[in-house]
């Protein structure tokens, strides 16, 4: 589960 | 405008000598996304280079429901995926998404209550991966 990329926890800036 | 972007970007993704309007394009797109997936010209994107503009971490969203609503307003002009859907008479979701644009959603950044309100009813992710994405909530 963890290679895939939509789970992972990634840095997003929201404005 | 947003139009002209969109069309500028696309058109120069390969051609070497155009680099600079591509990213110029590609900038202005990416600090007016809000009102670039709003257009007509957004949901005419090449499945790259939408994958390519929803995957950007600087990219000016309110949120990833922002982000999500964008991948499925494209997917719903997407022809391949529709055909993909006609074909075998199938509503699911997660087979139609083209892959590369799938992997922009960022799931563990919605919020637990909005995914639970607003994304899990799409069925997009398995079982297994919904008892992931909880555990990362949970903090586990």
Redesign the interface.
């Given at each position: 589960l963890k290679s895939r990329p939509f789970l992972k926890n990634s840095p997003r800036t929201y404005i | 405008s947003v139009r002209t972007a969109c069309e500028i970007y696309e058109a120069t993704r390969y051609v070497t000598g155009a680099k600079e309007f591509n990213t110029a394009a590609f900038e202005f797109i990416l600090r007016n996304a809000m009102k670039v997936f709003q257009d007509n010209s957004f949901v005419k994107l090449s499945t790259a280079a939408v994958a390519e503009i929803l995957s950007r971490?600087?990219?000016?969203?309110?949120?990833?429901v922002d982000?999500f609503d964008a991948m499925l307003r494209w997917h719903h002009t997407d022809e391949d995926a529709y055909l993909i859907g006609t074909s075998t008479k199938t509503r699911n979701l997660r087979k139609c998404i083209k892959e590369s644009v799938?992997?922009?959603?960022?799931?563990?950044?919605f919020e637990p209550f909005v995914y639970c309100g607003l994304i899990q009813r799409w069925r997009i992710l398995s079982k297994?991966?919904e008892d992931?994405?909880y555990s990362?909530w949970a903090g586990t």
């Open positions: - | 971490d600087d990219i000016s969203v309110h949120s990833e982000i799938l992997n922009c959603i960022r799931f563990p950044n297994d991966e992931y994405l990362i």
